[in-house]
């Protein structure tokens, strides 16, 4: 099995930042794209921000220029760093993956448990 861990949500003020970790174990050969979902009250999943293997970004119109990620292949871990927090910014965070495991173990796609971002006005 895989299993996504994600970290560093919390409370914040608006305007103020936080940074997501997700960290990947089990048996896995590479991953592909690792990205960041959120799921706001009573709102349907979006994509925030995505990165491939090379190093390729994709954010969100909404987040552009606030947030940034980034990815440690060598630990299998994909960061996401937010500032200039909004109250709309409020969501569960998921973390998300595409990973490439060796015969005879199929590749997966894995999505973490999700970790709470409140951001208050």
């Known amino acids: 099995q895989v299993q996504l861990v994600e970290s560093g949500g919390g409370l914040v003020q608006s305007g103020g930042s936080l940074r997501l970790s997700c960290a990947a174990s089990?048996?896995?050969?590479?991953?592909?794209?690792m990205g960041w979902y959120r799921q706001a009250p009573g709102k349907q999943r979006e994509s925030v921000a995505s990165?491939?293997?090379?190093?390729?970004?994709n954010y969100a119109d909404s987040v552009k220029g606030r947030f940034t990620i980034s990815r440690d292949n060598t630990k299998n871990t994909v960061y996401l760093q937010m500032n200039s927090l909004k109250p709309e910014d409020t969501a569960v965070y998921y973390c998300n993956a595409a990973v490439v495991r060796p015969f005879p173990y199929r590749d997966l796609e894995v999505w973490g448990q999700g970790t709470l971002v409140t951001v208050s006005s």
């Open positions: 990165i491939t293997s090379g190093g390729t970004t």
């Open positions: 089990g048996i896995i050969s590479s991953i592909n794209v």
